[in-house]
Protein backbone atom coordinates (compact mmCIF):
# COMPACT_ATOMS: atom_id res chain seq x y z
CA UNK A 1 0.00 0.00 0.00
CA UNK A 2 1.78 2.95 -1.35
CA UNK A 3 0.61 6.74 -2.28
CA UNK A 4 3.23 9.10 -4.14
CA UNK A 5 2.30 12.70 -4.56
CA UNK A 6 4.20 15.13 -7.51
CA UNK A 7 3.44 17.98 -9.12
CA UNK A 8 4.57 20.26 -6.77
CA UNK A 9 6.94 23.79 -7.32
CA UNK A 10 7.15 27.30 -7.33
CA UNK A 11 4.53 29.05 -8.91
CA UNK A 12 3.66 33.40 -8.73
CA UNK A 13 0.49 34.23 -7.31
CA UNK A 14 -2.17 34.05 -9.49
CA UNK A 15 -0.59 31.09 -11.21
CA UNK A 16 -1.80 27.02 -11.41
CA UNK A 17 -0.79 23.64 -10.58
CA UNK A 18 -1.60 19.99 -10.65
CA UNK A 19 -0.83 17.56 -8.54
CA UNK A 20 -0.61 14.10 -8.75
CA UNK A 21 -1.49 11.06 -6.11
CA UNK A 22 -0.61 7.49 -7.44
CA UNK A 23 -1.75 4.53 -5.23
CA UNK A 24 -0.38 1.24 -5.29
CA UNK A 25 -1.12 -1.97 -3.95
CA UNK A 26 -4.80 -0.85 -3.16
CA UNK A 27 -7.87 0.43 -5.23
CA UNK A 28 -9.91 3.16 -3.17
CA UNK A 29 -12.40 5.74 -4.41
CA UNK A 30 -12.40 7.61 -0.77
CA UNK A 31 -9.17 9.68 -1.05
CA UNK A 32 -8.53 13.20 0.75
CA UNK A 33 -5.72 15.91 0.04
CA UNK A 34 -4.72 17.74 2.96
CA UNK A 35 -1.68 20.45 3.68
CA UNK A 36 0.26 21.35 6.31
CA UNK A 37 2.46 24.75 6.37
CA UNK A 38 5.04 25.76 8.51
CA UNK A 39 4.08 26.34 11.81
CA UNK A 40 0.64 25.11 11.44
CA UNK A 41 -1.39 21.59 11.75
CA UNK A 42 -2.46 19.65 8.70
CA UNK A 43 -5.53 20.84 7.49
CA UNK A 44 -7.83 19.79 4.94
CA UNK A 45 -8.25 20.78 1.48
CA UNK A 46 -10.64 18.53 -0.74
CA UNK A 47 -11.34 14.96 -0.89
CA UNK A 48 -13.16 13.05 -3.14
CA UNK A 49 -16.08 9.85 -2.52
CA UNK A 50 -17.20 7.89 -5.40
CA UNK A 51 -18.66 10.62 -7.56
CA UNK A 52 -18.85 13.31 -4.36
CA UNK A 53 -16.51 16.16 -3.96
CA UNK A 54 -15.89 18.45 -0.98
CA UNK A 55 -13.53 21.47 -0.25
CA UNK A 56 -12.66 24.09 2.65
CA UNK A 57 -14.14 27.07 1.88
CA UNK A 58 -10.75 28.61 1.40
CA UNK A 59 -10.48 26.98 -2.18
CA UNK A 60 -13.77 26.39 -3.36
CA UNK A 61 -13.99 27.92 -6.99
CA UNK A 62 -10.33 27.75 -7.37
CA UNK A 63 -9.33 24.25 -6.65
CA UNK A 64 -10.62 20.91 -8.48
CA UNK A 65 -10.26 17.24 -7.19
CA UNK A 66 -10.81 14.55 -9.58
CA UNK A 67 -9.95 10.90 -10.29
CA UNK A 68 -8.45 8.53 -12.85
CA UNK A 69 -9.73 4.98 -11.88
CA UNK A 70 -7.49 3.38 -15.24
CA UNK A 71 -4.02 5.25 -13.34
CA UNK A 72 -5.44 4.89 -9.90
CA UNK A 73 -4.75 7.97 -9.35
CA UNK A 74 -6.24 11.30 -7.67
CA UNK A 75 -5.53 14.67 -8.72
CA UNK A 76 -5.74 17.92 -7.52
CA UNK A 77 -5.62 21.08 -10.08
CA UNK A 78 -5.24 24.41 -8.06
CA UNK A 79 -5.57 27.61 -10.11
CA UNK A 80 -5.48 31.13 -8.66
CA UNK A 81 -3.29 30.38 -6.06
CA UNK A 82 -2.62 32.56 -3.46
CA UNK A 83 0.37 32.89 -1.15
CA UNK A 84 -1.46 31.33 1.80
CA UNK A 85 -1.49 28.33 -0.34
CA UNK A 86 1.84 27.57 0.24
CA UNK A 87 2.52 24.27 1.89
CA UNK A 88 3.38 20.38 1.97
CA UNK A 89 0.20 18.88 -0.11
CA UNK A 90 -0.65 15.19 1.23
CA UNK A 91 -3.05 12.42 -0.51
CA UNK A 92 -4.18 10.16 1.64
CA UNK A 93 -6.49 7.33 1.87
CA UNK A 94 -10.06 7.85 3.66
CA UNK A 95 -10.30 4.24 5.76
CA UNK A 96 -14.80 4.26 5.01
CA UNK A 97 -17.09 6.41 3.19
CA UNK A 98 -18.68 6.48 6.34
CA UNK A 99 -15.99 8.82 7.89
CA UNK A 100 -15.70 12.31 8.39
CA UNK A 101 -13.59 13.25 5.36
CA UNK A 102 -12.15 16.49 7.09
CA UNK A 103 -10.91 14.80 9.98
CA UNK A 104 -6.75 13.85 8.83
CA UNK A 105 -7.12 11.00 11.75
CA UNK A 106 -9.65 8.91 9.06
CA UNK A 107 -6.98 8.37 6.58
CA UNK A 108 -4.26 6.12 6.53
CA UNK A 109 -1.20 5.43 3.77
CA UNK A 110 -0.43 8.98 3.56
CA UNK A 111 2.46 9.61 0.78
CA UNK A 112 5.64 11.59 1.65
CA UNK A 113 4.41 14.63 0.11
CA UNK A 114 4.80 17.67 -2.59
CA UNK A 115 5.81 21.45 -1.91
CA UNK A 116 3.63 24.09 -3.08
CA UNK A 117 5.94 27.54 -2.93
CA UNK A 118 3.70 30.51 -4.26
CA UNK A 119 5.47 33.79 -4.09
CA UNK A 120 6.29 36.02 -6.63
Known amino acids: VKLVESGGGLVQPGGSLRLSCVASGFTSYYMGWFRRAPGKEREFVAAIKLASTYYRDSVKGRFTISRDNAKNTVYLQMNSLKPEDTAVYHC??????????????????WGQGTQVTVSS
Open 92 to 109: GRLLSISFDYSRSQNYDS
